[in-house]
T-cell receptor, first 112, second 112 residues
Framework: EPEVTQTPSHQVTQMGQEVILRCVPISNHLYFYWYRQILGQKVEFLVSFYNNEISEKSEIFDDQFSVERPDGSNFTLKIRSTKLEDSAMYFC??????????FGSGTRLTVV | GENVEQHPSTLSVQEGDSAVIKCTYSDSASNYFPWYKQELGKRPQLIIDIRSNVGEKKDQRIAVTLNKTAKHFSLHITETQPEDSAVYFCAASIGGGNKLTFGTGTQLKVEL
C-alpha cells in the first residue's frame, strides 16, 4: 500500500533556529497538507497545497512558516525562527481529492 | 469555518461491551466524515469513513452513522477488545481536496 514518508522522525532544535521538515507524498495524489499535533491535543490544520500553490492556510500558519514543492516528489515545511510553542508532532498528508487522506508517520519537533 | 465537537473525551468500557463516540459539525457543506484511530506516538490511521450521501456504513465491528439534518455522526464499536484502546478522532471536510477539521479526540480504554 502506498505511503506518505516523512523525515526526520525526530528533530531537536534551538529556539530561533530554522528547521525544514520533509515529506514525500503518494505519487499520484494532487493535494498535500501539513497538520500539527501538540502533545495530548487534537490534530490541527496548518496548510494545504495544490497545483504548486497554497490553497488554504490556518491562522497558525503565520509568516514564520512556508511550504515548498521543490521537485516532483518532495513537499517541505520550513519554520524560520522556531519558538518553544512550535514543539509538536508535524504530520504531512496527501489526498487524491475524491479519496481519503493518507497521513505520514510524523516528525516530532522539539524546540529547546 | 468548520467546527467539530466530540464527546466524550474519555470512555472506559469492559471488554466485549460496545463503545459509542459522537461528533457534531457546524458547516452544512461538509460531506466527508472520516474516523481515525491514533495510538501513542503514531500517525492517525483511518478506520472508517462516510460520505453525506449515505446514512450508515459498517465494517466488521465498526460502524458509523450520519444524521445530516442534525449535523452529527457517531462511531460505534461492538465487541470491544483491549487492542481497541487508543485515541479516536472524528473529522469533517467539504471534500474535493479540502482540509480536514478534527474533533478533540476520545481516549477509549477497554478493560479486561
Amino acid at each position: 500500500e502506498p505511503e506518505v514518508t516523512q523525515t526526520p522522525s525526530h528533530q531537536v532544535t534551538q529556539m530561533g533556529q530554522e528547521v525544514i521538515l520533509r515529506c514525500v507524498p503518494i505519487s499520484n495524489h494532487l493535494y498535500f497538507y501539513w497538520y500539527r499535533q501538540i502533545l495530548g491535543q487534537k490534530v490541527e490544520f496548518l496548510v494545504s497545497f495544490y497545483n504548486n500553490e497554497i490553497s488554504e492556510k490556518s491562522e497558525i500558519f503565520d509568516d514564520q512558516f512556508s511550504v515548498e514543492r521543490p521537485d516532483g516528489s518532495n513537499f517541505t515545511l520550513k519554520i524560520r525562527s522556531t519558538k518553544l510553542e512550535d514543539s509538536a508532532m508535524y504530520f504531512c498528508a496527501s489526498s487524491g481529492g475524491a479519496r481519503g487522506y493518507t497521513f505520514g508517520s510524523g516528525t516530532r519537533l522539539t524546540v529547546v | 469555518g468548520e467546527n467539530v465537537e466530540q464527546h466524550p473525551s474519555t470512555l472506559s468500557v469492559q471488554e466485549g461491551d460496545s463503545a459509542v463516540i459522537k461528533c457534531t459539525y457546524s458547516d452544512s457543506a461538509s460531506n466527508y466524515f472520516p474516523w481515525y484511530k491514533q495510538e501513542l506516538g503514531k500517525r492517525p490511521q483511518l478506520i472508517i469513513d462516510i460520505r453525506s450521501n449515505v446514512g450508515e456504513k459498517k465494517d466488521q465491528r465498526i460502524a458509523v452513522t450520519l444524521n445530516k439534518t442534525a449535523k452529527h455522526f457517531s462511531l460505534h464499536i461492538t465487541e470491544t477488545q483491549p487492542e481497541d484502546s487508543a485515541v479516536y478522532f472524528c473529522a469533517a471536510s467539504i471534500g474535493g481536496g479540502n482540509k480536514l477539521t478534527f474533533g478533540t479526540g476520545t481516549q477509549l480504554k477497554v478493560e479486561l
